[in-house]
């Protein structure tokens, strides 16, 4: 337990904190060598979060687990070692060029459902909130499906329902 806080503060302070404020540094100092060693450390350490989510499932059970943990992270950053910029070049950007192609293609696929999907969810949900308010007319108050539809959509979201918002003879019906 006292392993994983202390793991959980060092990934927060040096692979999140500090990189972010040497990022700003970098932006802020327009200084293009050192944006792209952050660019490549960024990568890096997102990949290392998208890996570290499953690895903490299954394998944080090893000894020294969170200890080779921090010490991944603080040679991920270290300029002495280098370690996020070899991984970028050895590893990363190799991987990623070859796969770029098939990674961009997923990625529009991946934007054209997810628009579709939200349209497909908002019509479902028009048409369920559409069916309850039909079944609360019929089977609430009496009145037919349309007085009641009528009434529910008069009272509208900020006023309360009363007695007087009932539809009278003077409204017309659908």
Request: aromatic share 16%.
């Amino acid at each position: 337990m006292v392993s994983w806080m202390i793991c959980r503060l060092v990934v927060l302070v040096f692979g999140m904190l500090y990189p972010a404020y040497a990022s700003y540094k970098a932006v802020k100092t327009k200084n293009i060598r050192e944006y792209v060693r952050w660019m490549m450390y960024w990568i890096v350490f997102a990949l290392f979060m998208a890996v570290e989510t499953f690895t903490d499932i299954f394998i944080s059970w090893f000894p020294f687990y969170y200890e080779i943990k921090m010490a991944f992270v603080l040679w991920l950053l270290s300029p002495y070692t280098r370690g996020a910029s070899m991984l970028y070049r050895k590893f990363v950007h190799p991987s990623l060029s070859r796969h770029e192609k098939e990674i961009d293609t997923y990625i529009v696929q991946a934007k054209e459902r997810s628009y579709e999907t939200v349209l497909s969810f908002g019509k479902r949900g028009l048409n369920i909130a559409a069916s309850a308010a039909v079944q609360a007319a019929t089977k609430g108050t009496g009145q037919g499906a349309c007085e009641t539809v009528t009434l529910i959509m008069s009272v509208g979201p900020t006023r309360k329902w009363s007695p007087s918002h009932q539809p009278g003879p003077e409204r017309s019906r659908w």
